[in-house]
């Protein structure tokens, strides 16, 4: 049903993860990101940091495409094996990003991933709650959408959000129900679609993308990870994403084209890279 040739021209990945070692024992991340990215005319690629470690990495690997844009934040997972304390961590990350300047230099459009994890046991609640809750309340004060990561979390990461009224940004990969997603999105939230859309038991996550109206959604692969059927197993990289594009025009009733064109229109209104 899916064609394996798709064209990936104009394709926006609104989530991907190329610093991560997963592409080393492939040749590495510029390999990829040359042949199969770029190289096939992949339009833009938000590369999300996850701590400040690899936000050093994700700014340093977008200085070398002038197509890739950057995230920065500190991931629910990640908090779990900090080194230093939560005002520590925070510190490293504001050093990379509190400036318009320092924004701007290092194309930095979004502050994330952020969030909520109790799926990876054990988890600590309480220290994933306060540094999401400072992160929501960073990207307030220097006015930056954020990229959300809920798993196994849906009450408490909408609960949270909605504390913050002021700020508004995407729910990645979202595995949440539509009555939730049709929350958010009166709230003027986006909501991204990873690779599972192409997945057989994925049922409740293409009900979901039906009901997400067209200006609202993203599309991502949050690459190296969950790569589109008939990819899934294997390293991921923006140039599949046009596998999850296909999908969602399906559910959509448009184009593949149409599809790709209207979703890279709401990455940049978001990013506001219009
Ligand atoms: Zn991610």
Redesign the pocket.
């Known amino acids: 049903m899916i064609d394996q040739e798709l064209d990936c021209r104009g394709l926006f990945d609104s ?1 991907a ?1 190329y610093f991560d070692k997963k592409f080393e024992a492939e040749g590495g991340a510029d390999v990829f990101l040359r042949d199969e990215v770029f190289g096939k005319g992949v339009a833009a690629v938000v590369n ?1 940091a ?1 701590n400040p470690e690899n936000a050093k990495l994700c700014l340093t690997q977008a200085k070398k495409y002038p197509a890739m844009y950057v995230a920065l934040g500190i991931h629910p997972e990640d908090a779990q094996h900090l080194t230093v304390s939560v005002d520590e961590a925070l510190a490293e990350l504001c050093a990379l990003m509190d400036t318009r300047e320092k924004r701007k230099e290092g194309k930095i459009v979004a502050l994330g ?1 952020i969030g909520l994890d109790y799926y990876w046991q054990p988890y600590d609640k309480e220290l994933q709650a306060e540094l999401f809750e400072k992160q929501l309340s960073l990207a307030e004060e220097w006015d930056l959408p954020v990229l959300i ?1 809920d798993r196994e979390a849906h009450g408490d990461s909408f609960e949270t959000v909605l504390r913050h009224p002021n700020v508004r940004g995407v729910f ?2 979202f595995s949440g129900s539509a009555e939730m997603a049709k929350e958010l999105v009166r709230r003027g939230w986006y909501v991204s679609f990873s690779g599972v859309l192409t997945f057989k038991n994925a049922r409740k996550v293409r009900e979901v993308a039906a009901v997400v109206p067209n200006d609202r959604i993203l599309i991502e692969t ?1 690459a190296p ?1 969950l790569s589109p059927e008939p990819f899934r197993g294997k390293i991921n990289h923006s140039g599949r994403m046009a596998q999850t594009a296909s999908a969602l025009a399906e559910i959509l009733g448009l184009s593949y084209a149409e599809t790709v064109a209207l979703t890279a229109e709401n990455a940049k209104r978001l990013f506001d890279l219009t």
């Open positions: 989530h993860h999300v996850t991933e990561h990645h990969s949050d990870y």
